[in-house]
């Protein structure tokens, strides 16, 4: 079969008809020839110019991500990159890295594209230190990305030279692994796993079954996430009260947040309107859980909202000024916008013929 790693022009036409073997070959001596030698820095933590390849699968991304954030906070923005898939890109503007990011279109990053070359080059602008090669099945191109970054250092989680010159586990690779990775690249840097999460987005899709107190009715019951936008001020109890009112008595609201903190600032208003709330918090793993049983969501451009759409089917009712930032979104069938100084009594009713269309 004829390889997928070569650009479908005339150019590379019969490069993608070689053996695996010839191409990896040709790969090797491209991406430097002969491997170099070197002498292994036993504080590898120092090393001041890095850049790190995330994993392109959203439940890897999210685990790496705290580290990825903390790591960026050390050190001056020239001194740091982070190579990432074009979908991961609001999530990363979310937490003001989008600056220090490169992204790349996984469908066109083949060899010999003008997307391919325009990443190695941007790559290339800049002498690196280390490169932290953390995506598990890396196709050729990417390998080459990773020595063409110039590091004398370049960590992989997985053995593959002359690409990579140090693995972080020589064993097959596992779901469990990439914990015990990133625990060893919290203890290597010496950064404080806790803290990392806590400032970070976290999340995974682990099925987890909720408990009794928060398996709530879902018969017309839409969630409101309380946590304020990335941009601009957090929910009002005007705006509060206005929605409920709104969507009364066809739809119950249930407030949601991203801690505890945002749901006290709103409690008493929330119990004039008899207004419940859920205990599940929007970095717990059981968010996805929790997601799964409603149909819809009402939010401002907050952090999570991004996660919304990238990482569950739950329709999203966004409310947002129109200088906010843009929001880039997989599928617009899932979500509307809808203007916060708009009339609410508009947007439930919109609601309501939205939210009962098929996902």
Excluded at 197 to 202: A, G, L, R, V
Excluded at 218 to 223: E, G, I, P, Q, Y
Aim: aromatic residues 12%; charged residues 25%.
């Amino acid at each position: 079969m004829p390889s997928s790693v070569f650009a479908k022009n005339i150019r590379w036409f019969f490069m993608r008809f070689f053996s695996e073997r010839y191409i990896r070959l040709w790969f090797e001596k491209k991406s430097g020839g002969e491997p170099e030698m070197f002498q292994y820095k036993a504080d590898i933590s120092s090393c001041e110019k890095i850049v790190i390849f995330l994993p392109s699968e959203y439940d890897k991304f999210f685990i790496l991500l705290p580290f990825a954030q903390s790591l960026s906070i050390k050190r001056m923005p020239d001194n740091f990159l982070i190579v990432s898939d074009e979908n991961n890109r609001s999530i990363l503007r979310a937490m003001d890295l989008e600056r220090a990011s490169l992204f790349y279109n996984n469908q066109t990053m083949l060899y010999g594209t003008s997307d391919f070359f325009e990443i190695e080059k941007r790559i290339q602008e800049r002498r690196w230190d280390l490169c932290l090669f953390l995506q598990e099945k890396a196709s050729l191109p990417f390998l080459y990305l990773a020595r063409a970054t110039g590091a004398t250092y370049r960590m992989g989680v997985k053995q593959d030279f002359p690409f990579l010159n140090i693995t972080l586990k020589n064993a097959s690779y596992s779901d469990d692994d990439i914990y015990a990775n990133r625990n060893f690249l919290y203890k290597t840097f010496s950064i404080d796993p806790q803290k990392a999460e806590n400032d970070s987005i976290h999340a995974t899709q682990k099925n987890e079954k909720l408990n009794s107190i928060s398996k709530l009715s879902t018969a017309n019951t839409v969630l409101l996430n309380l946590e304020p936008p990335i941009d601009g001020e957090p929910w009002s109890e005007s705006e509060l009260i206005a929605l409920c009112k709104a969507f009364q008595p066809g739809w119950r609201l249930i407030t949601i947040a991203a801690t505890t903190a945002q749901l006290d600032i709103y409690s008493k208003v929330m119990e004039e309107l008899d207004m419940r709330s859920n205990h599940v918090l929007l970095h717990s793993e059981s968010i996805f859980s929790l997601l799964r049983q409603y149909p819809g969501i009402i939010t401002l451009n907050s952090v999570h909202s991004h996660l919304f759409l990238n990482l569950s089917s739950i329709k999203v009712l966004m409310l947002e000024y129109e200088q906010d930032r843009g929001c880039i979104v997989p599928n617009n069938q899932r979500m509307i916008k809808f203007s916060r100084n708009g009339n609410f009594y508009s947007l439930a009713k919109l609601a309501s013929d939205f939210l009962k269309e098929p996902k």
